[in-house]
């Protein structure tokens, strides 16, 4: 799977993938991730990317032209993408669904903002889609574009070596992981569940999953009733 980020901190980009499961993804060439760097589409002297809000106001707002030549670019070195995200509150909330959704697609174009905000034809002219990543404000969109890639990545068969891993995350089942432990069994008088330490494997998944369930009414009602609400569509099919 291919992305492009676009960016003025490049190196951001590369830093978060240095590492980790996502990073051995692309050292393997599963996922192969270029970040550009808006800057180079510039036509300046100075290397412009950003300017005075319209009808005034706090900050600067970043210009559409070099997101635009980015665009072209990448069109013209990658192919044309099934997606080109803009990163920002104002979009729709990247969740697993989401993230299930993006890791069917070949290339995916991620254009993250800094300042202000973006010039609104950006989202007009460039963008296919507008994603969040929660509602917060964070300073620019390339912690949030790591976070997509992140997600995305983990889906693409290959980048995490245990299909079942990926298949038993938290969210996959759209409820929350039951409790985990490893030795000691005992730690500051505090005990693993004998349950765990039995050998009955029946007895440790119907623990696990009552565990889950019962965390994710404490912790996130809304996800019980997402899944009850979309149970009740899939057996009117
Ligand atoms: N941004 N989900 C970039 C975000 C954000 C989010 C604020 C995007 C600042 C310049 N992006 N602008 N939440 O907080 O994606």
């Given at each position: 799977?291919?992305?492009?980020?676009?960016?003025i901190?490049?190196?951001?980009?590369?830093?978060g993938l240095?590492?980790?499961?996502?990073?051995?993804?692309?050292?393997?060439?599963?996922?192969?991730?270029?970040?550009?760097d808006?800057?180079?589409?510039?036509t300046?002297?100075?290397r412009?990317?950003?300017?005075?809000p319209?009808?005034?106001?706090?900050?600067?707002?970043?210009?559409v032209e070099?997101f635009?030549?980015?665009?072209e670019?990448?069109?013209?070195?990658?192919?044309?993408p099934?997606?080109?995200?803009?990163?920002?509150?104002?979009?729709r909330?990247?969740d697993?669904?989401?993230?299930?959704?993006?890791?069917?697609?070949?290339?995916v174009v991620?254009?993250?903002?800094?300042?202000?905000?973006?010039?609104?034809?950006?989202?007009?002219?460039?963008?296919?889609?507008?994603?969040?990543?929660?509602?917060f404000?964070v300073?620019?969109g390339?912690?949030?574009?790591l976070?997509?890639?992140?997600?995305?990545?983990?889906?693409?068969p290959?980048?995490?070596?245990?299909?079942?891993?990926?298949?038993?995350?938290?969210?996959?089942?759209?409820?929350?992981?039951?409790?985990?432990?490893?030795r000691?069994a005992?730690?500051?008088g505090?005990?693993?569940?004998?349950v765990?330490?039995?050998?009955?494997?029946?007895?440790?998944?119907k623990?696990r999953?009552?565990?889950?369930?019962?965390?994710?009414?404490?912790?996130?009602?809304?996800?019980?009733?997402d899944?009850?609400?979309t149970?009740?569509?899939?057996?009117?099919?």
């Amino acid at each position: 799977m291919k992305f492009d980020v676009v960016t003025i901190f490049p190196r951001m980009i590369e830093a978060g993938l240095a590492e980790g499961v996502v990073g051995r993804g692309v050292e393997k060439g599963i996922v192969d991730v270029r970040a550009h760097d808006l800057r180079t589409f510039t036509t300046d002297r100075h290397r412009t990317v950003d300017d005075v809000p319209y009808g005034g106001g706090p900050g600067m707002v970043m210009k559409v032209e070099p997101f635009v030549r980015a665009l072209e670019t990448i069109r013209a070195e990658r192919g044309t993408p099934d997606a080109v995200v803009l990163l920002s509150p104002q979009g729709r909330l990247f969740d697993q669904g989401e993230a299930q959704r993006l890791s069917g697609l070949g290339h995916v174009v991620l254009l993250c903002g800094r300042y202000e905000g973006i010039d609104e034809r950006v989202r007009d002219l460039v963008a296919t889609e507008e994603l969040s990543i929660g509602d917060f404000v964070v300073s620019g969109g390339e912690t949030p574009a790591l976070l997509v890639i992140d997600a995305v990545s983990r889906m693409v068969p290959g980048v995490v070596g245990d299909r079942e891993s990926v298949e038993q995350d938290s969210f996959a089942q759209g409820i929350l992981d039951y409790p985990h432990y490893t030795r000691p069994a005992e730690f500051e008088g505090r005990r693993v569940p004998d349950v765990l330490l039995s050998g009955h494997h029946a007895e440790v998944r119907k623990w696990r999953t009552a565990e889950a369930l019962r965390r994710t009414q404490e912790r996130r009602p809304d996800l019980i009733e997402d899944r009850r609400r979309t149970e009740a569509k899939e057996t009117k099919q």
